[in-house]
């Protein structure tokens, strides 16, 4: 009976009623205990309802409950991404060519760009973008798809660079965050990076150890975090953080590109798949179409000196759709890091042209040695 009077209303307003349990069930959700499912039910519920009011705000965009998040409040979804930041202020490099731009293009066609991969609920998207950003460069170089290891950069990875953000510093703080740039000069500086079959992405479910010596006035206190040292491939027996041998590729710098979106495309024609950060904070509920930043927009204001990007992708082709009218709608084409169960089969279109979301703002790649693979 209380089941009946439970899905009535649902039933009522004539569209099938997403079932909390079948979504849980088609994600392998388990919960600790049946309090927390009930609110994890709840939390569901109040989605369901945001996600039919973004679909009504905004159209052109689809946005469904049926993606990975689908029990999280937009706020613990903000807690994924990384702090808001502004672009560090690195002098992009010039075109080398100008190649003529076609209509589309796009790298996954080309064996540039590998599998998507699962962040999991770490803010390690910085290590996955680098990581992919450097797939890319070696693909393009040596015709190889290797995949490679962000896990590397979440355990040892603590870069700083003083002069950035205003002269209030950045650092590179394993799950708490980083900079695709400064994560290029780390590879550099550790003589390589590993493979992914080498060092596996594992932090799922347990918090890996902060990289050591991290800046704790830039990167926050997390001694107290559950961290097995010796468990680790990093700083545990096999010492892999301090490695001088065992490396798939060596990086030797990377290049900061152009904030002109046409000449970004060209950029990205000419080099391969670039990391890119945007803002991301309404992008949880993401099923398909050109997204334009949620309902609200972000378009973050280079003037104002804050730019709230918060996310870091991979930027991988460019297109352009036409609507009803016959009028052009120009995108780009990203990689995400949550699964292919999110956005479009893990990837995603932004608006292009306009400074969506700050896509155009810190668009960086790798330099990789030409030949060979260091083994
Ligand atoms: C970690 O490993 C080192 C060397 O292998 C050992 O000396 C140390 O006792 C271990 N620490 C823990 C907490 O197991
Ligand atoms: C962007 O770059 C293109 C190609 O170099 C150039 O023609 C155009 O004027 C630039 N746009 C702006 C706003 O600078």
């Not at 994924?80 to 076609?102: C, F, G, N, Q, Y």
């Not at 979440?154 to 700083?160: I, K, R």
């Not at 490695?243 to 080099?271: C, D, I, K, P």
């Not at 949880?284 to 179409?289: A, E, I, L, M, T």
Request: glycine share 12%; proline share 6%; net charge negative.
């Amino acid at each position: 009976m209380l089941f009946w009077l439970y899905l009535l209303p649902l039933l009522a307003r004539g569209t099938p009623a997403p079932c909390f349990a079948d979504w849980a069930q088609a994600h392998g959700k388990t919960y600790e205990t049946e309090e927390v499912a009930k609110v994890r039910a709840e939390v569901f519920r109040a989605n369901v309802a945001r996600v039919r009011e973004l679909n009504e705000l905004d159209p052109g965009v689809t946005y469904s409950i049926a993606g990975p998040f689908a029990d999280l409040e937009p706020q613990e979804f903000a807690a994924r991404l990384m702090s808001k930041r502004t672009a560090p202020d690195v002098a992009a490099e010039s075109l080398l060519i100008a190649p003529r731009l076609s209509d589309s293009f796009d790298w996954t066609d080309k064996g540039a760009v590998g599998p998507v991969r699962d962040q999991k609920a770490l803010g390690s998207c910085w290590a996955v973008s680098t990581a992919e950003a450097v797939e890319g460069q070696v693909a393009v170089t040596t015709g190889k798809l290797v995949p490679l290891s962000p896990e590397q950069l979440v355990e040892c990875d603590a870069s700083t660079d003083s002069s950035c953000g205003g002269g209030k510093g950045c650092a590179d703080c394993g799950m708490f965050g980083g900079w695709p740039y400064l994560a290029y000069q780390y590879l550099e500086k550790a003589g390589g990076m590993f493979s992914e079959a080498d060092w596996p992405y594992w932090a799922t479910g347990m918090y890996p150890c902060m990289p050591q010596g991290y800046s704790k006035p830039l990167c926050g206190n997390h001694d107290d975090l559950f961290c097995k040292a010796n468990s680790t491939k990093g700083q545990g027996p096999l010492h892999l953080c301090h490695a001088s041998h065992g490396f798939a590729v060596r990086v030797t710098g990377w290049r900061a590109l152009s904030r002109n979106e046409t000449e970004l495309a060209m950029q990205m024609v000419q080099y391969g798949p670039l990391s890119v950060l945007i803002e991301a904070d309404s992008l949880q509920f993401y099923h398909s179409g050109i997204w334009r930043g949620g309902v609200f927009g972000c378009q973050p204001d280079p003037g104002s000196g804050i730019l709230g990007l918060d996310h870091a992708v991979l930027l991988v082709g460019y297109g352009q759709d036409r609507d009803i009218l016959g009028k052009t709608k120009p995108y780009w084409r990203l990689k995400n890091s949550w699964g292919t169960s999110w956005g479009e089969k893990g990837f995603f279109r932004l608006e292009r042209g306009t400074g969506r979301c700050g896509v155009n703002l810190a668009a960086t790649t790798a330099r990789v040695a030409e030949t060979p693979l260091v083994v």
